[in-house]
């Protein structure tokens, strides 16, 4: 799939506030820090269109960007604020909550993780209650640039290892650098083969 255009809608922090449409929603999430509104920019080629970590707020809510004016992709609110208090976790939480679990034009949840690290508990726990939920979800292994391609391969190997230990079916994935633009080809025709399914 090309991208002809991509927008910014709105940004939300209440869930029940979202868009009435009846559009595919494709959704992307993923501990702070982890490459997710770069990884957004590099998708959709508009270099500003995701705020990165460094805007204080914009990570807290969740924002709508229309593309090709048929699909949303879904910037949710970053987990694993340590940092940000127990209140502020808890209201995070429910708005992740009531958007995975409620939002019915939620068609694939792609959850980012690094590639560079081992699986991180609060990742594997959250995958876990997607699979529980029957959530449908992809994963993305962020960051490619930052080691080698045998370096990449050893850890999603390792990764997905894990999985297999907790699951019959595994998720798809994928590999992303918004460095290299590695992974957008990939991520996008996954998109349009729901779309067009
Ligand atoms: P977010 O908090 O998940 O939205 O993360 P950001 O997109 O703001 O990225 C966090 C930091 O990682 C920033 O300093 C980015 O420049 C850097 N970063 C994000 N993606 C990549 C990538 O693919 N390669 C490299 N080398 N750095 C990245």
Known sequence: MEITSAEFVVSNSRADMCPQ?????????????VGKSSLINMLTKQPKLAMTS???????????????KEWYLVDLPGYG????????????QKLIEYYVLEREQMTCLFV???????PQKIDLEFMEWLGENGVPFAI???????????????NVNRYMEVLKEQWEELPPY?????????????????IESINNS
């Not at 992303?176 to 025709?189: A, F, M, Q, W």
């Open 174 to 190: 994928f590999i992303s650098s918004s460095e290299k633009k590695t992974g957008r080809k990939e991520i996008l025709d996954y």
């Open 112 to 118: 980012l993780v690094d590639s560079r690290l081992e």
């Open 140 to 154: 993305i292994f962020t960051k490619s640039d930052k080691q080698s391609s045998g370096k990449t391969k050893f």
């Open 81 to 92: 604020y340590a940092q940000r208090g127990k209140k502020m976790m808890d209201k995070i």
């Open 21 to 33: 449409t009846n559009l595919p929603e494709y959704a992307f999430i993923g501990r702070s820090n």
């Open 54 to 68: 460094a805007t204080p707020g914009k990570t807290l809510l969740i924002n709508h960007f229309l593309v090709n």
